[in-house]
């Protein structure tokens, strides 16, 4: 399985250590600081390493702001400078302890539990939501398309029907069409769609699966035609006769990802906009590309992930 980047972490830094992370806000500063720098803190505003933590004058202490300063420009900064996190006054140990159930949660994590975790407002609790699954959206500059064999499915998400009881499958309610690429034992990339007609399913297709690939989808007629584009070729799991594995040819992994999806969008968070749904998808698309590393390299990917994230807040799409 491939990885955009490969985690920078300390043998002795595991999932035991985020309680302690969580729970005391020198630690978590700490924690994030060591992540962002390593043993080499360089000022972020001139990239020189004649830097020191600022003291507390009274106390000697570390300062109350956790300031560094650098001795070349003379400036002050902290770990947060150029991260989601920056210009926000919520404590990095609540931001590390939405980190920490965001990225190793399978199912998702609510607001609401962050927001009586932490003992903050369910306002700043959503804030800090968003922000964590910004820093988690795939790097589009960094994304190669998928490829080898790739099973590729759309389903509806989320919505709530006007009216209680009466939910209808697909077309008609108000549920979010989704699209899902996924490499047998790879990765998986999902995208909001506007509709499954065949040249938006095909699109996504072309998007996001290199053309050496093999696709597999069901027999929906949107994806008829798709497979001379493909060097692997188009294999149909004929669902509407109620075949569902032939050989190798299934779509079993693509439905087990929605099938997570769909209990966390559900289950946790009740409801999902369509506006919001995206965001949704880059947490569950994380979880799921980052599944064979354990969950204190997760976090750790997940840290650095929100470096350099901080003025573009908008939708890699
Ligand atoms: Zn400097």
Redesign the pocket.
């Known amino acids: 399985m491939r990885h955009t980047f490969q985690p920078h972490v300390k043998n002795s830094e595991t999932i035991a250590d985020m309680p302690l992370m969580c729970g005391n806000e020198l630690a978590a500063v700490e924690f994030f600081e060591r992540q962002r720098w390593g043993d080499h803190p360089g000022?972020v505003?001139?990239?020189?390493v004649d830097?020191y933590k600022m003291k507390d004058a009274e106390t000697g202490e570390r300062n109350r702001r956790y300031l560094w300063r650098?001795k070349?420009?003379k400036?002050q900064y902290t770990v947060r400078i150029g991260t989601v996190y920056e210009e926000t006054r919520i404590d990095l140990r609540h931001w590390c302890y939405a980190f920490w159930r965001a990225s190793t949660s399978k199912k998702g994590v609510a607001a609401l539990e962050i927001k009586r975790h932490c003992q903050i407002s369910y306002k700043s609790a959503l804030f800090l939501m968003n922000r964590v699954r910004f820093a988690l959206a795939p790097d589009n500059e960094k994304f190669t398309k998928l490829t080898g064999t790739v099973e590729c499915d759309e389903t509806y998400v989320g919505g709530k029907p006007r009216y209680q009881g009466q939910i209808l499958p697909g077309r008609g309610t108000h549920k979010t069409p989704v699209f899902a690429a996924v490499e047998r034992k790879g990765r998986i990339r999902r995208k909001v769609i506007a509709d499954v007609n065949g040249k938006t399913l095909k699109g996504a297709i072309r998007d996001l699966v290199d053309t050496q690939a093999r696709i597999i989808t069901d027999d929906f007629s949107s994806y008829m035609g798709i497979g001379k584009e493909f060097a692997g070729g188009h294999a149909r799991i004929a669902h509407s006769t109620k075949q569902y594995v032939r050989g190798d040819i299934h779509t079993q992994t693509v439905e087990s990802a929605f099938a997570i999806l769909k209990r966390g969008i559900i289950g946790i968070y009740h409801n999902v906009s369509r506006e919001y749904l995206h965001r949704y998808l880059w947490q569950f698309d994380f979880v799921w590309n980052h599944r064979e590393l354990n969950d204190g390299e997760r976090v750790i990917i997940a840290v650095k992930a929100a470096e350099g994230k901080r003025l573009m807040y908008r939708s890699p799409s």
């Open positions: 000022c505003h001139c990239g020189s830097v650098c070349d420009c400036r």
